[in-house]
């Protein structure tokens, strides 16, 4: 598999964050490839300097990719300030709740892009 054109880095409001984005992504290995790719940039930045949104509309993630971006969310996670994750319905909800479970991770689910960027955004 080659490296993907994907902009995993977006701004808002000035600010830098991560992008994983799912839309358009069919299949185990399409959703695994692009964990991947976004680990690997991930894992380049310093401890917890890392804000995320990951948008997971419209994708299907089944329970046996899931194992392996759990793998790749362990590794991953000490990068992390803060991330947000929209667009979940149904047993994909459910998976991602067992990712967060099983890496530790304080993701928090939200209904709009907005509302999820202000609080990746927000100042502590």
């Not at 080659?2 to 701004?11: A, H, L």
């Not at 995320?52 to 590794?75: E, F, Q, V």
């Amino acid at each position: 598999m080659s490296k993907s054109d994907y902009q995993f880095w977006r701004y808002y409001k000035g600010r830098e964050f991560m992008h994983l984005g799912f839309e358009g992504l069919v299949g185990d290995e399409a959703i695994i490839q692009r964990c991947v790719e976004g680990g690997k940039e991930t894992i380049k930045r310093p401890d917890k300097s890392v804000i995320a949104l990951i948008h997971i509309k419209g994708a299907t993630i089944t329970p046996s990719a899931m194992r392996i971006i759990k793998k790749i969310g362990l590794t991953t996670q000490p990068k992390f300030i803060r991330s947000a994750i929209i667009g979940n319905t149904g047993l994909v909800t459910i998976l991602i709740q067992i990712y967060i479970s099983y890496t530790g991770s304080k993701m928090k689910f939200f209904t709009n892009y907005e509302s999820a960027m202000e609080y990746l955004i927000a100042d502590e």
